[in-house]
């Protein structure tokens, strides 16, 4: 728990410094950070990183961008997209961490979106009683439908984890 905790944290910096410059990442996804011998993570693959001032949910001929089951439903829906879209995919990562699973899963992308816009995931402490109780309210709270029930940056993130 202790080094999954230090992953989140420096996770979190990571977040909080590309988001500092008014970039999102937009396709924030386990395979997306590696965390080398020394446990030093690394935020990886910055290709569909925008500038939150010019950034939208598609690309100019009308594609969704991003990895589905990391989406945020804002993603999903084509709206304007800030650094909380990074944050929904962030708790999609940690609810994956604690639980061993996704917080929704489908056989198609359509499924998939309609659950995410829709349906609220089982509680992690459901599914695992052992589950660290603040990094499951943490993850919990990532994964709300709306931006504005969500953290609304990383360095509040960062602050709940370490209580």
């Not at 728990?1 to 500092?20: F, N, P, T």
């Not at 990074?86 to 929704?104: C, H, K, M, Q, T």
């Not at 359509?110 to 603040?134: F, H, T």
């Amino acid at each position: 728990v202790g080094r999954m905790k230090d992953a989140l944290l420096q996770l979190c910096e990571a977040l909080s410094y590309i988001h500092g410059y008014g970039l999102i990442h937009r396709d924030l996804k386990p395979s997306n950070v590696m965390v080398d011998e020394d446990r030093t993570v690394r935020l990886m693959d910055f290709g569909l990183a925008r500038y939150i001032s010019d950034d939208s949910a598609v690309t100019a001929d009308g594609r969704l961008v991003g990895t589905f089951r990391y989406m945020a439903p804002e993603q999903i829906l084509g709206e304007k997209l800030d650094t909380r879209t990074d944050l929904y995919s962030l708790g999609v990562i940690l609810y994956e961490l604690l639980a061993g699973r996704p917080p929704f899963e489908a056989r198609s992308p359509y499924e998939l979106w309609q659950k995410v816009l829709e349906v609220e995931p089982v509680s992690i402490g459901v599914l695992n009683p052992a589950a660290d109780r603040v990094m499951a309210r943490v993850a919990h709270r990532l994964i709300r439908k709306e931006p504005d029930d969500r953290f609304q940056t990383s360095e509040e993130v960062y602050e709940a984890l370490i209580e």
